[in-house]
């Protein structure tokens, strides 16, 4: 889950790989690093630290003309995060150079080999073996660089997407992936190189995106040959057109991603259902759902695989399926379904849930599932991931590019999305009437307007964030379809803020975590009208009198909570199936300003990367 950036053309490489780097500084950002061919020799110039301490090191010490070059930002894996390890890595001889995501499981008994034959290391990275057993092979079968690499792979074992050069050959790049996502941008007489398109967005709308065990040979003013890694046989690749524009990726005035993408909540939970329902003619159609109908409705259960933020849609999706198709679900972590043997037979239907469609672990439970017989649908965001490739059918999110590390928008839209095929499947198996068909309907396309509306309490939220932002632990409470919410609060809260938070079902408190309430002890409890509310105002009544912190997200004019609680943060009225949909918007925002506040970088969290393609 590192960002790796390549370009070979007519224009100055490194502008463009720069620029690149820092779209993609979402997959990594522990280090960073560019190498130009400049006509001549290879100029390189690698720091710990974000792009941005790469362009200041590169703009003191480095000419920066070429028009061939490669760049990597980092998510360290193997080797601390410092600038020995940051890629590229050259070969022993200096002859070629290379940028690698993933990771190379067998590098350690590599390394021994290559050393045997008198190959040194600098640093301690899998990549920095990978590029000599290339240089290694290529001289002993005295072959082109494409045919090294191919073999080099054969003996690889683990995951990569690869750019390589060669500085005595600096009319080509060639590339392959393995487990790790590779798009390669086809201009006019030239061609990008990236982890996803949006380094090269504004320069070409044509991409050929890789698959697995495939390489290629992007050769300048030539073209692109694309090979199986295997057994080298010629690929004719598709050449797909993209539809993401530069605006989608760019912070459009918010002064960061993560708030742009919490206020794009409206706009994109209507680009999810748009097209896909129309109440007042009674219909929900999703291509994904309408093909493969009698699988659903013959199925014994529905697993849903997922990971983080995407897990507690799953979540949600539980409590939907349940309660409208009467399909029986079960929610799996995906890393942890992927090693322990599960169940699972033809007849179960597998659902896989991911934003970005590269997160490794969803990706080794689907390829588990599909091995046993199960049919997998995918509700992926980005579109040609590679997950949308490996399941057998699914339904995209149409939330556009998320660009902030913690998940805002992909969490509303994945509900939406599984709450329409929960209402198709509700509606084909009889579990619900057409009048309670058709009243779902009419109140989810409401839901946009109301969302606008939860986020009118933006100034609020910011001042209930200022009064808790130095609390060390908060605690988040829902119940039933607000359980996943409350976990999803929490999550939010730890991933941008490093504040320590728990999400509960509210009546598990006096099972253990009441234990932890006193005066210092902010509680979000989620208790809007709908579900359970009585209950609820219980389990607020239990935490008042042990003179605990409520912050409660309640219905628009609620008087009970209100009467206890500390502070009370109001959403729209909607039916229950609905409330995660607003109930997540303040959660969203306080955990947004209160790590503004404590000057934490909100779009780039520590130790973390927006696509964890490693397991
Ligand atoms: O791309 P995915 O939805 O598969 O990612 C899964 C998790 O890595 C992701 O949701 C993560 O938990 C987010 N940082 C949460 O905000």
């Given at each position: 889950m590192c960002g790796i950036v390549g370009y070979i053309g007519h224009r100055e490489a490194y502008p463009i790989i720069l620029k690149?780097?820092?779209?993609?500084?979402?997959?990594?950002y522990d280090s960073a690093g560019i190498a130009l061919f400049d006509g001549t020799d290879i100029k390189l110039s690698k720091t710990k630290g974000k792009v941005d301490d790469l362009q200041d090191k590169i703009e003191r010490e480095m000419p920066t003309n070429g028009n061939l070059g490669i760049g990597h930002t980092r998510w360290a894996t193997h080797g601390v995060p410092n600038d020995v390890n940051s890629h590229p890595h050259y070969s022993n001889s200096g002859d070629l150079v290379i940028i690698h995501n993933g990771i190379i499981e067998n590098?350690?008994?590599?390394?021994?080999?290559?050393?045997?034959?008198?190959?040194?290391?600098?640093?301690?990275?899998?990549?920095?073996?990978?590029?000599?057993l290339i240089e290694d092979v290529k001289k002993n079968?005295?072959?082109?660089?494409?045919?090294?690499?191919?073999?080099?792979l054969n003996q690889v074992v683990g995951a990569y997407a690869i750019a390589v050069f060669d500085k005595h050959k600096?009319?080509?790049?060639?590339?392959?992936?393995?487990?790790?996502?590779?798009?390669?941008?086809?201009?006019?007489?030239?061609?990008?190189?990236?982890s996803d398109a949006s380094p090269f967005i504004e320069y070409t709308k044509n991409a050929i995106y890789l698959e697995d065990e495939e390489m290629a040979v992007v050769r300048r003013n030539k073209g692109v040959k694309v090979r199986k890694i295997k057994d080298d046989s010629l690929v004719d690749p598709y050449v797909q057109e993209l539809q993401l524009n530069l605006e989608q990726i760019e912070k459009g005035g918010y002064e960061h991603f993560m708030l742009k993408e919490i206020y794009e909540q409206p706009s994109a939970i209507l680009d999810t259902f748009r097209g896909r329902m129309r109440p007042n003619e009674g219909i929900i159609k999703m291509a994904g759902i309408e093909d493969n109908m009698k699988t659903f409705l013959n199925a014994n259960r529905i697993i849903v695989v997922a990971c983080g933020t995407s897990w507690h849609a799953g979540l949600v999706s539980e409590y939907i399926f349940e309660d409208l198709a009467r399909i029986p679900v079960e929610v799996e972590y995906a890393s942890e379904f992927r090693y322990r043997n599960p169940v699972i037979t033809d007849k179960d239907v597998v659902i896989a849930i991911s934003q970005s469609g590269e997160t490794a672990d969803t990706l080794a439970a689907?390829?588990?599932?599909?091995?046993?017989?199960?049919f997998v649908f995918g509700v992926c965001n980005v579109v040609g991931s590679s997950i949308a490739r490996e399941t057998d059918a699914g339904a995209y999110t149409h939330a556009g590019p998320e660009i902030g590390v913690a998940s805002t928008k992909a969490f509303t839209t994945q509900i939406t999305v599984l709450t329409l095929i929960a209402l198709r499947l509700a509606r084909a198996k009889g579990t619900i009437s057409s009048s309670e068909f058709r009243h779902h309907m009419i109140e989810l396309e409401l839901i946009p307007e109301k969302v606008k509306r939860a986020l009118?309490?933006?100034?609020?939220?910011?001042?209930?964030?200022?009064?808790?932002?130095?609390?060390?632990?908060?605690?988040?409470?829902?119940?039933?379809?607000?359980?996943?919410?409350?976990?999803?609060?929490a999550l939010k809260l730890k991933e941008i803020s490093y504040i320590h938070a728990e999400g509960y079902p509210a009546a598990e408190m006096k099972h253990g975590p009441i234990a932890l309430i006193d005066e210092n002890m902010p509680i979000v409890v989620i208790a809007t009208k709908k579900g359970?509310?009585?209950?609820?105002?219980?389990?607020?009544?239990?935490?008042?009198?042990?003179?605990?912190?409520?912050?409660?997200?309640?219905?628009?004019?609620?008087?009970?909570?209100?009467?206890?609680?500390?502070?009370?943060?109001?959403?729209?009225?909607?039916?229950?199936?609905?409330?995660?949909l607003l109930t997540t918007i303040p959660l969203q925002l306080l955990s947004y300003h209160i790590a503004l506040m404590l000057g934490k970088n909100v779009d780039q969290p520590r130790n973390l990367a927006k696509a964890v393609t490693v397991e």
């Open positions: 690149g780097l820092k779209r993609l500084e979402y997959r990594g590098y350690e008994s590599l390394k021994k080999e290559l050393i045997k034959r008198g190959y040194t290391f600098k640093s301690d990275t899998d990549t920095e073996v990978l590029v000599n079968e005295n072959t082109k660089l494409g045919k090294a690499v191919q073999i080099a600096p009319n080509e790049i060639v590339v392959a992936r393995l487990g790790s996502p590779l798009a390669i941008g086809i201009g006019e007489d030239e061609f990008f190189i990236a689907i390829k588990l599932a599909k091995s046993r017989g199960a009118e309490s933006d100034a609020y939220v910011k001042t209930i964030a200022d009064i808790y932002k130095n609390a060390s632990n908060f605690l988040y409470l829902g119940r039933g379809y607000n359980f996943p919410v409350a976990l999803e609060g359970h509310y009585e209950k609820v105002v219980s389990n607020i009544q239990e935490i008042k009198s042990r003179k605990g912190k409520i912050i409660g997200i309640v219905t628009e004019g609620d008087e009970q909570v209100r009467a206890l609680a500390d502070h009370v943060i109001e959403v729209p009225e909607t039916i229950e199936s609905l409330t995660p």
